[in-house]
């Protein structure tokens, strides 16, 4: 007898807005973590990349588009990236630009052009050193720390930063945070925080050294809101928060893959979400050859609706409820990876610690209102969020 999903298919349609346009799939690092190893090296031409940029800006009629370049790595390519820019602004003077790179080719020649054209700039920084060269390292097998030119990314406007946590790198967690906060200080970022590296074989002792990891930034956080009130901030676990403020309030489109956004190959090929590119999963068709988003609902598998076992549970409200994340891990299936359950969970409960310990500070009450959180998590976030 089959087995029927715990999870419903949304059937809300879906709106360009954002496009996630791969300009190669080759890159100069070797990360081992990588979820687009093994896909065969392509580039994107020029006249292909006009042909992206005219179907989506006739698919948009969303007020701000925007164009996310990725990789690969994206800066192997930088002079077409600048020819697509130029072309796209010659279509739409207002569209939008972000870009994700591991750094390593950023020099003084890219900061004028970036701070011009690109709202976002999105750094894969994984850490302090050692953590980040556990695993983005080059061919040759060094670390690729110290290619980074940070006296040039202090110039960059816009700039997030993205970490990977893996089960090697776990361990560390509090450590790449609180690197990450000086960064913040030292160079404006717009943005940070870190994601886990699901692909890799999570054991309970990495589950567990994640509890520990989170239970240490849980007293920094705590300790921190007391002296400052509203004015601190810890990216992740604000998110964390304000999911649980809203609770069953939580919006049920909390991701715009295959609503808002989409990512589109260096052959043309449209998935709904970048992370579905490398597993070649549920490719909605080939945007040269006129494909059309509109009747594409029943493509997407954003989870709407809870059932089963998940309808019960108390950490539904920050499950992320990713496609990718379940179609990626369950081999085409619909299912959310146990193990992926579990850390969830772990996070809900150490978020109602903090929340037990500061729910008679009035600031912190304020801050996670309803009301007030609800606008804050529907509103639209593209390919920079460091925490996607």
């Not at 687009?36 to 006739?58: H, P, T």
């Not at 110039?155 to 990977?164: H, S, Y």
């Not at 790198?169 to 994601?195: I, S």
Request: with cysteine; aromatic share 14%; charged share 30%.
């Amino acid at each position: 007898m089959k087995k029927e999903s715990i999870f419903k298919p949304s059937s809300v349609g879906p709106r360009a807005h954002w496009i996630t346009l791969f300009l190669t799939t080759r890159c100069n690092l070797a990360c081992d973590y990588c979820y687009n190893e093994g896909i065969e090296q392509k580039d994107l031409s020029f006249e292909k990349a006009k042909k992206i940029v005219d179907w989506f800006l006739e698919q948009s009629f969303e007020e701000e588009k925007g164009i996310s370049f990725f990789g690969g790595e994206p800066l192997l390519k930088f002079d077409l990236m600048k020819k697509i820019v130029a072309y796209a602004k010659s279509r739409d003077p207002e569209i939008k630009f972000s870009i994700t790179t591991n750094g390593t080719l950023i020099s003084e020649e890219h900061v004028q052009f970036f701070n011009k054209n690109f709202k976002y700039f999105v750094l894969s920084l994984d850490g302090p050193r050692e953590v980040h060269d556990t695993h983005r390292k080059f061919k040759d097998g060094s670390g690729s720390f110290d290619s980074i030119d940070f006296a040039v990314l202090k110039k960059i406007k816009g700039l997030a930063i993205a970490a990977v946590v893996t089960p090697k790198t776990v361990h560390r967690l509090y450590d790449t945070l609180m690197f990450q906060r000086k960064l913040k200080e030292e160079y404006d970022l717009l943005d940070y925080g870190f994601r886990f590296a699901y692909e890799l074989d999570w054991k309970e002792e990495d589950i567990e050294e994640y509890r520990s990891q989170l239970k240490a930034l849980a007293d920094y956080y705590v300790e921190n809101y007391k002296k400052q009130g509203p004015k601190f901030s810890l990216p992740n676990f604000d998110e964390f928060l304000g999911a649980i403020a809203v609770g069953e309030n939580m919006p049920k489109y909390y991701c715009d893959a295959g609503r808002a956004k989409f990512a589109v190959s260096p052959t043309g090929e449209l998935y709904s979400c970048h992370r579905f590119y490398s597993g070649r999963l549920h490719c909605l068709g080939n945007v040269l050859k006129s494909v059309d988003i509109a009747p594409l609902e029943k493509n997407n598998y954003f989870i709407t609706e809870f059932e089963g076992k998940c309808v019960n549970c108390k950490a539904k409200c920050l499950c992320s409820r990713c496609a990718a994340v379940r179609r990626y891990f369950s081999k085409g299936g619909n299912e959310m990876p146990a193990y992926i359950c579990r850390m969830t969970n772990i996070t809900h409960e150490t978020m109602q610690e903090i929340i037990e310990r500061l729910k008679h500070v009035p600031s912190f009450r304020k801050k996670f209102n309803r009301e007030r959180i609800i606008g804050g998590l529907t509103r639209y976030t593209p390919d920079h969020n460091p925490r996607v």
